[in-house]
């Protein structure tokens, strides 16, 4: 039995372009590149991200209407901070700055080309004291 794997698909105007921002900042590697249909995935992950040409005989209509999102992928990354400085470095706006929250994300939001939103997280030691308050304790 083969293992589950997990796919979303981003459908934009330009594949390259959204392929090229996901390796770039989110260390991400292209697997398939049919030009309108291009796949990324980091490494060996049993997931993958799809990214469609709006309007390819492939996507329904209704799809390819669509200009907008509401769908948020999250990408955990090893140093949140560095992922931030290399996007505004090259010309990418942040929506917020990187912030630790106390149940351990040190995390911001970006959307990629496609106007897709993106939180990119650092895992973190939670506060102690959130921690405690809100986590099971062992036996």
Do not use: C
Not at 54 to 72: D, K, Y
């Amino acid at each position: 039995m083969q293992p589950a794997v997990f796919g979303a698909t981003v459908v934009t105007d330009r594949p390259a372009e959204v392929a090229a921002f996901y390796t770039q900042y989110l260390d991400l590697q292209i697997g398939i590149d049919l030009g309108w249909f291009i796949t990324v995935r980091r490494g060996t992950a049993d997931w993958e991200l799809a990214i469609a040409e709006r309007g390819h005989p492939t996507i329904p209509a209704a799809v390819s209407a669509l200009t907008e999102t509401g769908n948020v992928f999250g990408f955990v990354v090893d140093d949140a901070d560095k992922v931030a400085d290399a996007l505004r470095e090259g010309g990418v706006q942040l929506e917020g700055e990187p912030v630790t929250e106390p149940f351990g994300q040190r995390h911001f939001f970006v959307r990629d080309p496609a106007g897709t939103w993106i939180d990119v997280i650092q895992l973190v030691e939670p506060d102690p004291d959130w921690a405690a308050a809100n986590l099971p304790t062992a036996p």
